[in-house]
């Protein structure tokens, strides 16, 4: 379970830096930017993989402008997410597990977007790149010699960082799903 919370924190952490956490008109409602370039994937209690393809997204947007006409937010496409909550109607994360494991990527994402606006936000960035990259550096440190990316544990932040980024446009969240 520790390692599921830490999986959704990374990835949120990721989505920030990747800057898709976008405001909206309401202080505790923020957008998450719908990733691309991979389908969502989640494991659900029996442990068989739960795929949300573009088309199964799409056909949510008309409960998403509902949602978001009620609370009086301009509807954009992607995710919306309450940080004082923690949810985040559409996505299978919070659907599954909801409120009793820990919020989605997409909450962390969010909360870590509102508290960077409310601090330096350059330094906030950078210390939560640093622990993405201690993250992924951990991740290799317990593989053989022959397997570890050498790149993310040897390398700089910013080499680590870009490298991680480089993977998790090739492989989506399969990257941090491991």
């Not at 573009?54 to 997410?81: C, V």
């Amino acid at each position: 379970m520790a390692s599921d919370m830490n999986r959704r924190l990374n990835q949120g952490r990721l989505y920030f830096l990747l800057h898709y956490v976008e405001n909206s008109n309401h202080s505790d409602y923020y957008f998450i930017k719908k990733n691309r370039n991979s389908s969502a994937e989640y494991q659900i209690l029996n442990e068989e993989p739960v795929h949300m393809y573009e088309d199964h997204f799409q056909r949510l947007q008309p409960m998403m402008k509902r949602l978001s006409a009620t609370f009086e937010i301009e509807p954009r496409e992607g995710y919306l997410t309450n940080i004082v909550t923690g949810e985040c109607p559409f996505c299978l994360d919070y659907i599954w597990n909801g409120p009793f494991r820990d919020v989605c990527k997409h909450c962390h994402a969010a909360r870590l977007f509102s508290e960077a606006q409310k601090s330096d936000y350059k330094k906030f960035y950078e210390e939560t790149k640093d622990k993405l990259v201690t993250y992924f550096n951990n991740k290799e440190r317990v593989l053989s010699a022959d397997q570890k990316n050498k790149t993310v544990y040897s390398g700089s932040i910013e080499d680590a960082y870009n490298c991680i980024v480089h993977l998790y446009n090739t492989q989506g969240n399969h990257l941090i799903s491991v």
